[in-house]
């Protein structure tokens, strides 16, 4: 007689990814290390840098997994504080200058440096990082980092002068699965993430939320994370 043992999936899925993320850390410690090596030639130094580039978009994903994972068993909450929201985009600019680089991308911030709200900064930048790993295979030159007090509340745009977000993705009510697609690799990971985080700041009977369209450089791509 064999013993049946009831496994959670989700748990193991989880302890899984957790213990991908670690060993994903050495590699990118190592490329790291690599890329100061003044012995290697420039195509060698390129292979690096892309190596450390994807392996640091694979390591936002499994961040994103792992908060996804805690937030649906309620292992999660909003750090909700006052924040200098043009020190956060700052912030996300420093983390992305080598990816900025690589793509020969220029990244311009547009807010009041004086602008203060409250939200969880942790989350929030986990979002824009995403946002920006994205306009930046699709952008030409130029991505801006936008923020404004509007009286709906704070909102948080990322623009880019790439080609545009598709149909696929714009014509869908339900941002939460838009452009997903298992056949082309398109999980959905990122949009999804930025929805439930946007959703998770509340004020009063007003919920946070995200928007897409093509408003943005010369027709490019606009995403937005409205925080009330």
């Known amino acids: 007689m064999t013993d049946k043992t009831d496994i959670d999936f989700n748990t193991v899925m989880a302890s899984s990814v957790h213990d991908m993320k670690n060993s994903l850390s050495i590699i990118l410690n190592s490329a ?10 420039k195509a060698q130094h390129k292979a ?37 929201v043009y020190d956060c985009l700052e912030e996300a600019m420093f983390e992305n200058e080598t990816l900025l680089a690589h793509h020969n991308i220029e990244l311009e911030i547009q807010s009041d440096q004086a602008l203060e709200w409250f939200f ?28 404004s007090d509007q009286q709906s509340g704070l ?3 990322i623009l880019d002068d790439g ?7 714009l ?20 949009l999804h993430f930025a929805k439930v ?14 928007e897409i369209n093509n408003n943005g450089i010369n027709g490019g791509g606009q995403f937005s994370i409205h925080l009330p």
């Not at 790291?32 to 030639?41: G, P, V, Y």
């Not at 989350?123 to 295979?137: H, W």
């Open 155 to 157: 909102i948080i745009s």
């Open 48 to 84: 690096i840098d892309l190596l450390h580039i994807e392996g640091e978009r694979l390591n936002n994903s499994f961040i994103q997994l792992l908060a996804l994972y805690r937030i649906e068993n309620k292992q999660y909450s909003l750090n909700i504080d006052s924040h200098n």
């Open 163 to 169: 080609p545009g977000y598709p149909d696929t993705i």
């Open 32 to 41: 790291e290390t690599l890329s100061n090596d003044a012995s290697l030639n």
């Open 197 to 210: 985080v946007a959703e998770m700041h509340r004020k009063g009977e007003q919920y946070g939320r995200i």
């Open 120 to 147: 969880d900064r942790a989350m929030t930048l986990g979002i824009i990082n995403t946002i920006i790993n994205n306009a930046l295979r699709h952008a030409n030159n130029k991505i801006i980092l936008a923020a």
């Open 171 to 190: 014509n869908r009510n339900d941002t939460e699965q838009a452009g997903l697609s298992f056949n082309s690799g398109n999980t959905g990971l990122g």
